[in-house]
Structures are given as C-alpha cells and as structure tokens.
C-alpha cells in the first residue's frame, strides 16, 4: 500500500482515492485524484482508467467515471473535461453541457453543479479554490504547461475574471513525477532559465550523463508564489505517480502503455 505524509488516501467500495486536507478543511469543494485501484478496465488500463481518448473500452470508462464520482458524491453529468494538448490555454467554464474545444489545459468556475476533470499520468495537477469568492479552477502542467507558467496563468485569470485575491487562494500541486524518477534534457532546462524569477538550484540536478533531474512541482510552486499564492496556502503533494505506478498512472514506468488518472473538483 502506498503512503503520504500530506495527502489523504480515502477507500470507498473498493475503490481508492486521494483527497487533499488543505480543501476539506474549507468545506467548500468536493473533490478528488484518482488511483488505479477500483475500476473496471483491464490489461494497461487496469483498474480504473479515466480517458475516453486512449484506446479503452468505452462502457468500461464510463462505470469508471461513475465509480470515483459517487466517492465523492457528484454526478457524472457534471463533468466538464479539458482536452489537454500542453498548452497554457485557460477557459472559464458556465455550464456543464459548455463544449470544451480543443487545446484547452485549464478549466476555472464559480458555479455549483459543475465538476472540473482533468486527466494524469505523470504531469503536475493544479488545483485551486478561493473560498472567499467561491472559484475553483484545475489546470495541467506538464513541462510544457510549466514552461509556459500555466499556474501562474492560472490565478492571473482568476483574478481577473471573478475577483479573487491571489492570497486568498488555496492551492494544490498534485501527485506527480518526483524529481527522482524525472530525467529531462537541456531542452527544457533552457526555456526554464529563460523565467528570470525561478530559482533552479534545487530543482534542477545535472546527471553525469549530461541531462538533469527536474523537481517539476517545485517549479510549479515557484510560479505560484510568483502570482501572489501564500505559501502557506500552496499543498505539495508527496506522491509521486512514478514511484508509486502500482498505485497510480506512471508514463515513465510504463513507456506509455497506460491508463489516465484524473483530479475532479467542483464547488460543495
Ligand atoms: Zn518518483
């Protein structure tokens, strides 16, 4: 069984769930990131796959969806999803039947009914909620979402759109790939160091093979603080997907051949 220091690992019905103090103490938003323990699905997928889009049986999908939605009591229909393509794309969401186009990584509302869902196997789940204006948004950063500051976007745009104060909002960095398991080359270091405000000492570690390991949720932290989240206000989960593959969706542990995680949120 896997373990966390920080996070919450919640087991309903067999299946199995991470949920994130930080948000229930505000009692404010359900929500939830998956494990791969629970589900239908088999083979890759197995257990609990949540992606139409990587080749899974569909109805298989579906039970999914509605088996980690009653762990946390929201209805499938609800769901609202990004189609996630890396980008730094942000799209305020005012209904559930609100058509998503393409290339959308980060989903932000301040109405009830509505359940932000984006997908994981490795990449950092951003998740925020301002319980003073009532405003949760979900985001995905992977290295290009990262390089591209997304969770910094992110808040901006809460801001902007609905008012909320920076240092009012509640944030997660979710369970993703450590610094341990996560081997880049200077590719991404170099359109890193172009962010003047990042302090990579820590967060990048250079390997006698010429690359670097990169602590993609430092970083993530980092740009957070930068858009004014307190930094007591900002969960780091300790989970990291890849150490922990028998639990969770790892690319990296897979070579690819796996199912999706995803974070669920919605306004309580
Ligand atoms: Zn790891």
Redesign the pocket.
């Known amino acids: 069984m896997f373990k966390s220091s920080n996070c919450t690992i919640n087991s309903s019905d067999g299946v199995l769930y991470i949920t994130f103090p930080i948000f229930e103490k505000t009692g404010k938003v359900k929500h939830c990131f998956s494990t791969k323990i629970g589900g239908v699905s088999e083979g890759r997928y197995s257990q609990m796959n949540l992606s139409y889009t990587n080749g899974d049986d569909e109805d298989r999908v579906t039970e999914n969806f509605r088996r980690i939605c009653r762990c946390i009591d929201v209805c499938p229909d609800s769901i609202v999803k990004s189609h996630q393509t890396h980008t730094v794309n942000i799209m305020d969401v005012e209904s559930p039947d609100q058509v998503i186009p393409p290339d959308i990584d980060g989903l932000i509302t301040n109405k009830k009914g509505i359940t932000l869902c984006s997908s994981y196997a490795d990449c950092v789940p951003l998740l925020f909620c301002d319980p003073k204006k009532n405003v949760i948004a979900s985001s995905h950063s992977g290295w290009r979402g990262t390089v591209g500051e997304i969770g910094r976007l992110t808040v901006e745009k809460m801001a902007r759109d609905y008012g909320c104060d920076p240092g009012d909002i509640l944030a997660v960095i979710g369970p993703a790939?450590?610094?341990?398991?996560?081997e880049v080359d200077n590719l991404v270091i170099d359109k890193l160091k172009k962010i003047d405000y990042l302090d990579l000492s820590n967060a990048v570690k250079p390997q006698p093979n010429g690359h670097y390991l990169l602590d993609l949720k430092e970083v993530c932290r980092q740009e957070l603080l930068k858009a004014g989240v307190s930094d007591s206000q900002i969960l780091v989960s300790d989970l990291?997907?890849?150490?922990?593959s028998d639990f969770l969706h790892s690319h990296r542990a897979t070579g690819g051949k796996r199912g999706n995680l995803c974070a669920l949120i919605a306004l309580a």
């Open positions: 790939i450590c610094q341990k398991c996560y990291c997907t890849c150490c922990n």
